[in-house]
C-alpha cells in the first residue's frame, strides 16, 4: 500500500469560519510506505485578536503570532505538500473548511482531495475506547503527546494513531474486513480503495481458527468457563490477624478500612444484616470485598456484590478486583451480571447488519459492532462508546425474552460465568428485578453487600414504577414505519400475501399515529392549565384519578380509550396473522406490535389506576414540542418489599455508603428500607481525613435571604457572587444548584458579564454532552465555572490540583411540589409524623453531605465550600446540617471579608 497520507492539525481563533475565525498555527506531517518523510509547522499571523478562552486552551499567545508569517505565505507550500495525497486530520470536517477558506483568500486553487477523518475510523476500530478526543487517544496508545492543542505536537500525534489505526485495520479477520468494505462506500472518509487493497492482500481464506462465526460474522471465541476452586487455604481470621498492612505501591494502614473488613466478616459470619457508614478516604470497597471474598471461599457460597450503577460495577471490576488479585494468595472467580438487555442479540444484528443503510448512525453502529464482536467476550453494551444514534438503535438490537441459540447467547454465558463465581458483581436495578422474580435470575445466594445503599429506595421507586412519553411512543411508531420505507411493518409487507392485512395495519398504525399526537397535545394543555410555576422551565403536575373533572380531563380519557381499543385490535389482528402464517412469527413487527399495545394500556393504568399508595404526575416542556409530555407513576411504600423480599430471605445483607446517618443517626434509613424488625448491626467508620486543617466552610452573610427576594433577583445575587469569588481564587470551580430553573438564570447573568471571555462556563442543560462530558471539558481550562444539579452533588471525583472551591447555592431541599415528596408527607402526616423533620430534613442533609463529599477526596487535598444559603446558621435546623459534618471550620462574614481571609 503506496498511498500518501498529508497529516494536518490547525490552531484557530474559534470554531466558526462563517464567523472570522482565522488559523493561528499549522502543523503538517507527510507519511509514505507507512514511514513519516515531512514534517512542517509554523505559527500563523491571523490578522486578528486571539480570544483569551483560546489563548488559555493552546497556550499561544498574541505575542507568539505577531511576527509570524500571514498564511499567504504559507499557502503555496501547504498546497504543493498536498498534492495527490490522502487529507488526514482527527475532525476532518473542523480542519478541511478552514484550510480551504485560508487557500482560497490566498488566491490559491486546490481540488478537494480525498479525505480520512481519524476520529470515525478510532470510533469504528477502537469501539471500547471511553474517549476519542487527541490527546485520551494517545494516552490509550501510549502515543507521547507533547504538547496538547498545539498543532505541531496534535498533527504527529494524528500521524501516529493514523498508522496505529492502518495496523489495526490490517490485522482484521477477514470475514470482518469484507463487511467493513461493503459498508465503506457511506463512511465519511474515503477509505473503501484502502480497505479494498487490504482485503486483497489478505489470506483468501474465509475463516480463522483464532475466531468462531455465525452467519458469515466473525466472533471472538469464548474462553472456557472457569472450574470450581476447592476451599480458601487460609481463613479470614487467620489473613487478619497475621496482616498488616495491604501489598500495595504507596499504601497508607488505614484504621478505619480495616475496622469495616472486621465488621463485615462479622455481618456475614452471623448471619446479621448491617449499616455502615464509611466516612470518604475509608476505602470501603476493599473494607468489603477481602473479607466477602475470604467467607466466599471458606464456606463455598456466593457473595453478591450491588453497586448503584453498573458504571461502579465496571468500576469494581477493572480497579478494585486488580487490587483484590494481589491480596488474596489463592485463586478465585469473579463475574458481572447484568439485565438482558445490555447483551446484544446476535440474531437482530444480523438481520440489522443486512437492512439497507438508513443514515449515518445505522453505519457507524454496524462497522463498530463488526469490530467489537471481534474483541468482546461478553457481549455488554457498557464495553461499546456507541454515538446517540448508535444508543437509540440499541434498543433494536438487545436481547430480550426471546431465546437465542445456547451457543451465542450472550446472557446464558453471563449467566454460567457467574455459576462458578466466588464474587458477583452486579447492579441496583437488576437485584431487585431479581428479588421481585418468580424465577431466579441469579445462582442461589444468602449474602449481599449493597454499596451506595442510599440510592436503594429510589432505585427500586423508579424499577416498580411507570412511565411513558412521547418520545418513547414516537419512536416505536417510527420503528414500526408505515409500510412504504424502512420499518419493521415494511419488512412484514415485503413477505405478505394478504393484501387484506396490510390495508387493515397501514390504516390502524395511522389512526393510531394521529391520535397518539393528539393525546400527547392534549395533555400538554392540560398541564399548562395547571402551572403554578412561572419561573419553571419543566412543568410538574400531580394527578388523582379520581378527583380530576372537566371537559378536557373527559376528553383525554376518551381518546385514550379509542387508542386501547386500536391498539388491542392491532394486537389481535397481528396474533391472527401469525396463527394462519407460522413462517412470519419471526419477524420484528409482531414484538413491535405488542409493545405499543403494552405501552398504550400502560398510559391507561397511570390515568385510571386509584391506588392509594401510588403517586402520579405528568410532565411537560415550557418551551418544548406541543406533544412532549410524560406521565409518571411511583409507589411511596416500599419498606414491606424490602422486609419481605430482601432481609427476610437473605441471610446477612450489608448496605454500606459515606452517606447512611443523619445527626450521627441511622434511623432514617432504617425507616425507609423496613429494616425496625431486623436489629440490623449499625456503624459509623469515620474519615481519615483532617477536616478542620484541610476544608473550610464559608457562608456569605451580605446575600439576600431567598425567601426575601424574587428568583431572578436571587440570581443576579448569586451571580454577582459567583463572580466576585472566581476573581479572588482564579481557579476552577463546581457550583451546585437543586433546581435547574435557578441555574439557568444564574448562568445567564454570568455569562453577560463575562464579556472578555476570560472564563469558560460550563452549564448542565445548556452546553451539550451528560455530566462526564462536561467534567472532562471542565478539567481541561486553569479558570472555569461548572454549573452543575443533580448528578455533580455525587460521584465525580476531582483531586485537589483540579478543584478546591465548591460554591452550594442552597441547601438541597427537594422542591416543596415534587411530587413524591408530597406524596410521601402526606403519608408520614396521616400516621402522626411530621413530614418536615421525618422526610425532608434527612433527605437534604444526606444530599447536603455528598456535596461536602466533592471537597476532600485525599489526605492530601484543601478546599473552601461556600454555601450561600445562610438558613444553615440562621435557621433551627441549620444544627443538623452542620452536626452530620465531621469537625470542619465554619466562618460567616460579608463576602469581601471572607475572601480577604482567603488571601491569608
Known amino acids: 500500500m503506496d498511498e500518501r497520507f498529508v497529516v494536518i492539525d490547525l490552531e484557530t481563533t474559534g470554531n466558526s469560519v462563517k464567523k472570522g475565525d482565522r488559523i493561528i498555527q499549522i502543523g503538517l506531517v507527510v507519511i509514505e510506505n507507512r514511514q513519516i518523510v515531512k514534517r512542517f509547522s509554523s505559527f500563523v499571523n491571523p490578522e486578528c485578536s486571539i480570544p483569551p478562552f483560546i489563548q488559555q486552551l493552546t497556550q499561544i499567545g498574541e505575542q507568539m503570532v505577531r511576527h509570524a508569517p500571514l498564511f499567504s505565505e504559507l499557502a503555496p507550500t501547504v498546497a504543493a505538500l498536498l498534492k495527490q495525497s490522502y487529507f488526514v486530520a482527527h475532525n476532518v470536517a473542523f480542519d478541511w473548511p478552514f484550510l480551504q477558506e485560508e487557500l482560497n483568500r490566498a488566491g490559491v486553487f486546490l481540488p478537494e482531495p480525498p479525505m480520512i477523518d481519524t476520529v470515525e475510523l478510532s470510533r469504528i476500530l477502537y469501539p471500547s475506547m471511553e474517549s476519542y478526543k487527541l ?90 468457563l472457569p472450574q470450581k476452586i476447592g476451599e480458601c487455604p487460609v481463613s479470614f481470621r487467620e489473613w487478619f490477624t497475621h496482616t498488616e498492612t495491604l501489598p500495595f505501591r504507596d499504601y497508607e494502614h488505614r484504621q478505619g478500612q480495616w475496622d469495616m473488613m472486621e465488621m463485615v466478616y462479622e455481618a456475614l459470619d452471623t448471619s446479621q444484616h448491617a449499616l455502615i457508614e464509611a466516612g470518604t478516604g475509608i476505602g470501603k470497597s476493599l473494607a468489603y470485598l477481602i473479607p466477602s471474598l475470604y467467607f466466599a471461599r471458606q464456606y463455598q457460597k456466593p457473595v453478591v456484590i450491588s453497586t448503584y450503577t453498573l458504571q461502579l460495577g465496571q468500576q469494581l471490576m477493572e480497579r478494585d478486583i486488580p487490587l483484590l488479585q494481589s491480596i488474596a494468595s489463592f485463586p478465585f472467580h469473579v463475574a458481572q451480571l447484568k439485565g438482558k438487555r445490555n447483551y446484544l442479540s446476535l440474531e437482530k444484528f444480523v438481520h440489522f447488519l443486512h437492512k439497507p443503510n438508513k443514515n449515518y448512525d445505522e453505519v457507524l453502529t454496524k462497522c463498530q459492532l463488526l469490530v467489537w464482536l471481534t474483541e468482546t467476550e461478553t457481549g455488554d453494551v457498557d464495553e461499546l462508546q456507541l454515538s446517540s444514534g448508535g444508543q437509540l438503535l440499541w434498543t433494536m438490537l438487545h436481547m430480550d425474552e426471546e431465546k437465542e441459540e445456547a451457543e451465542y447467547d ?95 395495519f397501514q390504516s390502524v398504525l395511522s389512526d393510531i399515529e394521529l391520535e397518539c399526537d393528539e393525546w400527547f397535545r392534549m395533555i400538554r394543555q392540560y398541564v399548562l392549565r395547571k402551572q403554578t410555576n412561572s419561573n419553571a422551565v419543566r412543568l410538574r403536575y400531580r394527578f388523582h384519578p379520581s378527583e380530576e373533572k372537566g371537559r378536557h380531563w373527559n376528553a383525554i380519557r376518551e381518546l385514550l380509550w379509542r387508542l386501547c381499543h386500536h391498539t388491542s385490535e392491532l394486537a389481535e389482528k ?28 400502560g398510559l391507561r393504568f397511570l390515568l385510571e389506576d386509584t391506588d392509594s399508595k401510588v403517586v402520579r404526575w405528568m ?51 432504617i425507616s425507609q428500607l423496613g429494616l425496625e424488625d431486623f436489629y440490623p448491626i449499625c456503624r459509623m467508620i469515620p474519615s481519615p481525613f483532617d477536616y478542620k486543617r484541610q476544608a473550610k466552610i464559608m457562608i456569605p452573610s451580605d446575600l439576600p435571604s431567598i425567601v426575601d427576594v424574587s428568583l431572578p433577583e436571587y440570581a443576579h445575587a448569586v451571580a454577582e457572587q459567583l463572580l466576585e469569588i472566581e476573581k479572588q481564587v482564579k481557579e476552577k470551580i463546581l457550583v451546585l444548584f437543586t433546581s435547574y430553573e435557578l441555574l439557568r438564570m444564574t448562568a445567564a447573568i454570568v455569562k453577560e458579564k463575562n464579556e472578555d471571555e476570560t472564563l469558560v462556563l460550563l452549564a448542565q442543560g445548556i452546553q451539550g454532552g451528560n455530566a462526564a462530558k462536561l467534567t472532562k471539558a471542565f478539567l481541561q481550562f486553569d479558570r472555569a465555572i461548572l454549573f452543575g444539579t443533580s448528578s455533580f452533588w455525587e460521584g465525580i471525583d476531582l483531586p485537589r490540583e483540579q478543584l478546591s472551591f465548591i460554591v452550594m447555592v442552597r441547601l438541597p431541599f427537594a422542591p416543596p411540589d415534587d411530587p413524591v415528596i408530597e406524596a410521601k408527607s402526606e403519608r408520614i402526616r396521616a400516621k402522626g409524623g411530621r413530614p418536615f423533620y421525618d422526610l425532608s430534613l434527612p433527605q437534604a442533609i444526606i444530599r447536603f453531605k455528598q456535596g461536602f463529599g466533592r471537597l476532600i477526596r485525599t489526605a492530601t487535598d484543601s478546599g473552601v465550600l461556600f454555601v450561600l444559603d445562610r438558613r444553615l446558621t440562621t435557621a433551627s435546623y441549620g444544627k443538623y446540617f452542620v452536626g452530620s459534618l465531621p469537625p470542619v471550620s465554619i466562618y460567616e462574614a460579608p463576602l469581601e471579608q471572607l475572601l480577604q481571609s482567603l488571601k491569608k
Open 135 to 224: 490527546s485520551d487517544m494517545a494516552k490509550a496508545l501510549h502515543i507521547p503527546h507533547q504538547h496538547p492543542h498545539q498543532a505541531d505536537s496534535d498533527a504527529e500525534v494524528t500521524a501516529q494513531l493514523w498508522l496505529a489505526l492502518l495496523d489495526k485495520l490490517e490485522a482484521l479477520p477477514v470475514a470482518t474486513l469484507r463487511q467493513l468494505c461493503r459498508l465503506s462506500r457511506d463512511m465519511k472518509s474515503d477509505v473503501h480503495s484502502i480497505m479494498d487493497a487490504m482485503l486483497a492482500q489478505k489470506i483468501t481464506s474465509l475463516h480463522d481458527d483464532q475466531y468462531s462465526y455465525y452467519q458469515g460474522i466473525a466472533l471472538r471465541k469464548p474462553s472456557p
Open 410 to 504: 450472550f446472557f446464558q454465558r453471563a449467566r454460567q460465568r457467574a455459576s462458578k463465581a466466588d464474587l458477583i458483581i452486579t447492579n441496583h436495578a437488576f437485584l431487585l428485578q431479581d428479588l421481585n422474580s418468580d424465577k431466579p435470575l441469579f445462582p442461589p445466594y444468602e449474602q449481599l453487600i449493597v454499596d451506595e445503599a442510599h440510592h436503594l429506595e429510589d432505585v427500586a421507586s423508579q424499577y416498580f414504577g411507570q412511565s411513558v412519553d412521547y418520545v418513547a411512543v414516537r419512536l416505536l411508531l417510527t420503528r414500526i414505519g408505515n409500510g412504504h420505507d424502512e420499518g419493521s411493518f415494511f419488512q412484514l409487507r415485503k413477505r405478505l400475501e394478504q393484501q387484506a392485512y396490510f390495508m387493515y
Open 574 to 601: 397481528a396474533e391472527q396473522l401469525k396463527m394462519l402464517d407460522p413462517s412470519l412469527s419471526s419477524l420484528s413487527f409482531f414484538t413491535d406490535v405488542t409493545v405499543l399495545n403494552d405501552m398504550i394500556h
Open 619 to 669: 410532565e411537560a416542556d415550557v418551551k418544548g414540542a406541543a406533544n412532549a409530555t410524560a406521565i409518571y407513576a411511583q409507589p411511596i411504600e416500599l419498606e414491606e418489599f424490602f422486609a419481605e423480599r430482601l432481609f427476610t430471605r437473605k441471610k446477612s445483607v450489608i448496605l454500606t455508603s459515606a452517606t447512611l446517618t443523619t445527626d450521627h443517626s441511622f434511623a432514617y434509613a
